[in-house]
């Protein structure tokens, strides 16, 4: 229903005011040869050139294979990378021309929560302080707020009371992500960043994690950053989707358009490579042979005609350019 | 496929392996049946610690020693043969070569400092007659190009690191094929792999299966490979199975409630889902399970007799049993409330 809703306004191009947007970012990781005469040997381009919003209220998925580049592009979102070329707005600014309290501002306001709970979390210290840890360094307050605090909080992500006096080890996979969840929630952020928030957890547990995390987005209206591999996760949670392969974006589209109308002959492999919901499902064939090719050094032309069905002369020369499709649907492929 | 006029080749009696430790016996295993035939393919799917892994573990004689322990009047039967009295040398004769597996992770089954061609003529020498040193490189590349790995002549003196995470999962395959086995043991074998990798290997499993007609159970926590590969599912819970069935009669009439709510909790890439249906609360501790059902604390049918009395395997249609109260004829009424 908010799903239909939002994908309207998508539709109208923009209703919902940009939080994030990333114009043209590229992030290359320089390799380097030698001890003491350091010399440049070549460059990883781990993100070339991605341009996409993050809009209020909604999630943006970014998928793709192991080496695509969205981790590294979820990682200058959070200001652990800094870009190497291209302009990351925040409400409009600039954010490498940030001030100093612009700066902290913005870190309380983008959040993340990771893959790991079992690593995400500090095996020190009982569950009240991780999650009140955050909100106690930027707004110092009391102790009676800050238990009201923790204890909407806890409430709020289904946890009781009494276990914010536990440590970590004395949850369960699913639990501890409902506390790392309650940590990134507790500065009021605009935006989490989620890193395979669910891959790491078991089947059962999966679905009360999502459905707890777009419920959170109903109540905080908060914008989600989603990073995934599995195409079922990413259909269930989000508004926009965007693809990638090899450190560019090949397709983007509203969830409904990219599912209902998927463009890109990679977009289609990674549809035709998802495994079915029910056995009397068959996909259409699509064999992509080979795999993703090692970043450090990509085919020339468009990243993906080594493994393309449909490859034509000019895809080994030409870099194609996202084009529109429509005015919500860009495809990078010369196909159209 | 199956018809049921053939011998299974592998049969598991109530199979009970269990941990016994300083503070309890934890039951991983407890009380699981099932039958494999010829060509066939299972699924066995669960959730970490539902004793999935633990019963391959159990057929291929490897329980962690000394503290986990297959109890007296389980029964593994290989074409008739119960395993569990095999001595360790016999065993050693069936592991690897009639009974294979493949394991989720690629970089931990094949030795690091081993180039991947000296790995599968071990298991080739191991395994063979002829055991001269150019028919077994010769073997091994054969092995090799079965598995599709391009330009297996060059590939053969790498080693594990030179490999991508795919191309290490289908020499372990290769290993796998080596002793041209009956039953083939997948435990997580895609699970590290990428979207498209997994759909190569899948197909590439396939392929094998219909060149040489041999069995495989999946053991899995993702329904999508089930509804991909299987021809049978085992679901397991807590050490037992709650259903087996053919895998569309499971699809389409899941008759245990973990089945029923495990297949609504999946999200989907094929249509819109408005909201998933998520089963609340954790699976028991695996040392201290009730005497009941195991499923009853979060089970939405639960009625009084199943927190008392462990349900009985009841047959809910051809080919398909499931262990829940109210399948059993006592209770046919209470369905109806």
Known sequence: MTQAV???????????????????????????RGVLLRRLVGEVKAVDGV?????????YSLVGESGCGKTTTARMVLQVETPTEGVMRFNGKDASRFTG????????????VFQDPWSSLNPRMRVGSIILEPLLTNHPMGKNEARENLETLLNDVGLRQAQGEYYPHEFSGG????????RALSLRPKLIVLDEPVSALDVSIRAQIMNLLRQLQDQYG???????????????????????????MVEQAPTRELFANPSHPYTKALIAASLPSHPDIQREEMVISGEVPSPLNPPSGCHFHPRCPMVMERCSVDDPELRQLSPVHEVACHLF | MATAATQPILEVKDLRTYFHTRTGVVKAVDGVNFELFPGETLGVVGESGSGKSMTSLSIMGLVPQPAGRIEDGSQILYKGENLLEKSPAEMRQIRGKEICMILQDPMTSLNPVYTVGNQVIETLRQNDDDQRSTSLKERAIELLSKVKIPAPDSRFTNFPHQMSGGMRQRVVGAIAMAGAPNVLIADEATTSLDATIQYQYLA????????????IIFITHDFGIVAKMCDRVAVMYAGRVAEIADVRELFNNPQHPYTEALMRSVPNVDEDVDFLYSIEGQPPALDNLPPGCSFADRCPYVFDRCYDEFPPAVAAGDRHIATCWRLAPEFANQEAR
């Open chain 2, 204 to 215: 590439l499993l396939k392929e094998l299966q219909q060149d040489t007609g041999m069995a």
């Open chain 1, 222 to 248: 908060v914008s989600y950053l989603l990073i995934a591999h599995n195409l079922a996760t990413v259909r269930y949670m989000s508004h926009q989707v965007g693809v990638m392969y090899l450190g560019r």
């Open chain 1, 51 to 59: 341009s996409f919003q993050i809009r209020e209220g909604e999630t």
């Open chain 1, 175 to 182: 639990q501890r992500q409902r506390i790392a969840i309650a």
């Open chain 1, 101 to 112: 309290p612009e700066r902290r501002e913005y870190r309380a306001s983008v959040q993340a």
């Open chain 1, 6 to 32: 939002t994908d309207a306004a998508a539709a109208a191009n923009g209703n919902g005011t940009a939080i994030v947007e990333l114009d043209n970012i590229r992030k290359y990781f320089p390799i380097t």
